[in-house]
């Protein structure tokens, strides 16, 4: 996994701006710490930062592609394609000859060979930019499921680009900015495909590819959802799904460098840790390393709470010794939980005020251990958009409402009115309910939809696809974001898109044919996992009970209320948010009861070193 970042300009010389550039790439260091390299022609500049996982000695990057002394194409790459051995082959069959043994030039050799179709031939999570010298164009693409960021930033003459938005920020064409629809976005708890939140700042969308040339930018969706007949019957279709993911995970297993699971005890990761020990064992390549994350206190003091009604722990220890885990459980304190460079590295991974906590804090201490340990690791996430996990797919009320339906559970949004310690003159201004319904409108219309279903088959299409381009995006972002500030690689199994595509086509009858949640998922891996573990009902990432923790949270906010050059006062209402701190702490503390302190002490930092320009229309 790596950092990418560069510019385009078309009326500039960027062989002399490189001292503009170099910034951007500097930026990235946390997600390539191994290597470093920049490349300039008059009209682009590509930066990398460089973790390095497949051909450690011969995969630097930039990379460059000549003929007769000169520069066909430039690639500056981030991600995996797991196929790329095949393509390698392929190519070699074709004339190509490689350098190397890395995936990066097998997809710079693939663009020669096949131009931007090389992106339907791709299988993996990656994000590119790629410099065509001949036809001097920018093409920037990213992933079908959007497992690794983009953005970009046009500009009169180009764009900037970089694989988080501390590096476009970095570069001075690019202030830190937010009009009012980036504030919505930023608040109503949405994510709209393309939307960068900073003023004139774009991400590229999943399964899409940006063009830059002199005619200036135009976008190519390559792929998307696709509403197919599910001719599969039960047998087969559980059947298919576990071919699938033997594929995948073999796949997702190829690494020259330390690789591991995150074992949280669920369905999920179990499974594909399950499966990862199988296919090590029968290549003799020992035992499979796993990790999970927990609190001091948290299972002997676990009390079941609205979201979660049993503690990972006996599960995460019973799946371990199943399969001969050589596992560790990483275990956190509340003084962890609160350290202030943590909390400050999680803020600078996010670029925004967009943290969940202390489920964001004690991932990037997770990820900080693992990484001592290992570079890549194997993650469960995403399996829930995939079968339909989540509780609320489930619960007729949310699958009904006319909103998203992770919206309709109530406690969801930390940032919703309800409740809000946001000033209600903004809260007016901003209509964030109107910013929500037109947003979930937009995505509504954008479901390919088959005839002659049922109006439930329908309904469940619609939350399915909402939660595989919308909520699943909220998701990985994070896991992205806190994983690569410690420089760790974290793979995504469900996410492949073959898997995604053939589920997202099955009947909602199918999903749930045992009458439970991900029943597909159960019945493909029932052989490798402990019945205990098939029957454990969903429960999301641990948050710790500790009311502490939470004690330590109103003694900050209450600190920050008497401050005045606190920046986020004139945002706040600030006899809420007195009152708030006066309230008397139970026996318990649950995120839900914390987030609206959290967002507030997070905003309040952002505003502090971002020090961005909040243009609010009236």
Excluded at 43 to 71: F, K, S, Y
Aim: hydrophobic content about 40%; some cysteine.
């Amino acid at each position: 996994m790596c950092g990418i970042a560069g510019q385009c300009d078309f009326r500039g010389d960027l062989d002399r701006e490189r001292t503009r550039v170099q910034p951007m790439v500097d930026t990235m260091a946390c997600r390539g710490p191994d290597d470093q390299g920049l490349w300039t022609s008059r009209h682009a500049a590509l930066g990398h930062r460089r973790l390095a996982i497949i051909d450690v000695p011969g995969g630097r990057q930039p990379m460059t592609v000549e003929e007769n002394g000169e520069t066909l194409a430039t690639i500056v790459y981030s991600g995996e394609v797991y196929n790329f051995t095949e393509l390698r082959a392929e190519l070699q069959g074709r004339g190509h000859t490689f350098r190397t043994d890395s995936d990066t030039e097998v997809v710079l050799h693939g663009y020669l060979e096949w131009g931007e179709d090389v992106v339907d031939r791709l299988n993996g999570m990656f994000a590119f930019a790629l410099w065509d010298a001949r036809r001097e164009e920018l093409f920037l693409v990213r992933d079908r499921m959007g497992v690794k960021p983009l953005y970009y930033y046009p500009t009169p003459d180009g764009v900037l680009f970089g694989s988080e938005p501390k590096a476009i920020l970095a570069h001075p064409s690019a202030p830190a900015a937010l009009d009012t629809d980036g504030l919505r976005e930023l608040l109503a708890h949405v994510k709209t495909p393309g939307h960068g939140i900073y003023k004139g700042m774009h991400e590229v969308r999943p399964g899409s590819l940006v063009r830059v040339n002199r005619d200036g930018l135009t976008i190519r969706r390559y792929w998307q959802l696709e509403a197919l007949e599910h001719t599969d019957d039960r047998d087969a279709t559980v059947a298919h799904v576990r071919e699938l993911l033997d594929d995948i995970v073999a796949r997702q297993l190829i690494s020259d460098v330390p690789l591991c699971s995150l074992l949280s005890g669920g369905l999920d990761s179990s499974a594909v840790t399950a499966l990862a020990a199988q296919k090590l064992a029968a290549a003799g390549a020992g035992p499979v390393r796993s990790f999970s994350v927990g609190f001091v206190g948290y299972e002997e003091n676990f009390s079941a709470d609205p979201m979660r009604d049993t503690p990972d722990g006996p599960y995460v220890r019973e799946l371990a010794e199943h399969v001969g885990a050589n596992h560790s459980d990483i275990t956190l304190s509340n003084d962890d939980l609160m350290d202030p460079d943590a909390r400050a590295a999680v803020l600078r991974a996010r670029d925004l005020p967009v943290s969940i906590g202390d489920m964001d804090t004690s991932l990037y201490l997770l990820f900080k251990a693992i990484r001592g340990r290992s570079t890549v690791a194997l993650s469960g996430e995403s399996a829930d958009e995939v079968f339909g996990g989540y509780r609320w797919f489930h619960d007729p009320a949310a699958v009904n409402a006319d909103t998203f339906p992770w919206m309709a559970v109530p406690g969801r949004s930390p940032l919703d009115e309800s409740g809000s310690l946001f000033e209600p003159g903004l809260l007016q201004k901003l209509d964030l309910p109107g910013y929500r319904d037109a947003s979930y409108r937009d995505a509504l219309a954008e479901v390919p939809h088959v005839d002659g279903v049922s109006a439930q088959e329908r309904r469940m299409r619609e939350v399915c696809y909402l939660h595989l381009t919308r909520f699943v995006q909220i998701l990985l972002d994070r896991k992205d974001r806190m994983s690569m500030a410690s420089g760790l690689e974290v793979r995504v199994p469900f996410c492949d898109h073959r898997l995604v595509q053939y589920v997202f086509n099955t009947p909602w009858a199918l999903k749930t044919f045992d009458g439970r949640e991900k029943s597909l998922l159960r019945a493909a891996a029932r052989d490798v996992l402990p019945k205990s573990i098939l029957e454990r009902v969903k429960s999301p990432y641990p948050s710790t009970q500790d009311p502490g923790y939470e004690r330590m949270l109103r003694d900050q906010l209450a600190k920050l209320l008497v401050a005045e050059d606190s920046p986020v006062l004139p945002l706040i209402n600030r006899d809420a948010a007195r009152a708030l701190t006066e309230q008397e702490v139970g026996s318990r503390s649950l995120e839900s009861a914390r987030a609206r302190i959290e967002n507030v002490l997070q905003l309040d930092a952002w505003l502090r070193r971002y020090q961005p320009t909040l243009d609010i229309a009236a």
